[in-house]
T-cell receptor, first 111, second 118 residues
Framework: DGGITQSPKYLFRKEGQNVTLSCEQN?????MYWYRQDPGQGLRLIYY???????QKGDIAEGYSVSREKKESFPLTVTSAQKNPTAFYLC??????????FGSGTRLTVV | AQTVTQSQPEMSVQEAETVTLSCTYD???????LFWYKQPPSRQMILVIR??????QNATENRFSVNFQKAAKSFSLKISDSQLGDAAMYFC???????????????FGKGTKLSVKP
């Protein structure tokens, strides 16, 4: 079945460490997105990519980086510059003007 | 820029009864899409229903229906015969018909937490 796979489900980061969240889709969707979700904040857009080898900053890109070397993959790196990274991260993809398909998310915690 | 507002942070409904979740949006566009997403405790985002603005008929999916009032920029979700499995966060979202560039990104409201009482 087609879908989006996010891994790992839970991730722990030490202070000053970079971590990478994986997002893979087999839906042949052109566009992919990363959202951060905090309690009471809804979903906030970090980065998005509408085509391979191209991506754009969203509303809260500081402290994050992405790459889009393959259509299927859109990994998100949370860098040490992100001072408050503890949150739930959702990856999504879309094709055309329809709604998004979401992954099951990654819960990142700073220890 | 478009905005989406969900004015009810929390709602509660008795099992088997009907509940309506509110959503309003602001846009200067005439054509767009509106969505309701459900996020249960598992946190998986699930598309509940979609409405194209150019369609006057309200969308319906089984027990879920919308009341789309384009002039009022209102898009409420009605859940009939509520079930325990309906307990979740519900997000209203807007998407421009011009889905190229940043205009095409989904814009979400902050969500409404729905509790279902047995």
């Amino acid at each position: 079945d087609g879908g989006i796979t996010q891994s790992p489900k839970y991730l722990f980061r030490k202070e000053g460490q970079n971590v990478t969240l994986s997002c893979e889709q087999n839906l042949n969707h052109d566009a992919m997105y990363w959202y951060r979700q905090d309690p009471g904040q809804g979903l906030r857009l970090i980065y998005y990519s509408q085509i391979v080898n191209d991506f754009q900053k969203g509303d809260i890109a500081e402290g994050y980086s992405v790459s889009r070397e393959k259509k299927e993959s859109f990994p998100l790196t949370v860098t040490s510059a992100q001072k408050n990274p503890t949150a739930f991260y959702l990856c999504a993809s879309s094709q055309g003007a329809f709604g998004y398909t979401f992954g099951s998310g990654t819960r990142l915690t700073v220890v | 820029a478009q905005t989406v507002t969900q004015s009810q942070p929390e709602m509660s409904v008795q099992e088997a009864e009907t509940v309506t979740l509110s959503c309003t949006y602001d846009t200067s566009e005439s054509d767009y899409y509106l969505f309701w997403y459900k996020q249960p405790p598992s946190r998986q985002m699930i598309l509940v229903i979609r409405q194209e603005a150019y369609k006057q008929q309200n969308a319906t999916e089984n027990r879920f229906s919308v009341n789309f009032q384009k002039a009022a920029k209102s898009f409420s979700l009605k859940i009939s015969d509520s079930q325990l499995g309906d307990a979740a966060m519900y997000f209203c979202a807007y998407r421009s018909l011009n889905y190229g560039g940043s205009q095409g990104n989904l814009i979400f409201g902050k969500g409404t937490k729905l509790s279902v009482k047995p």
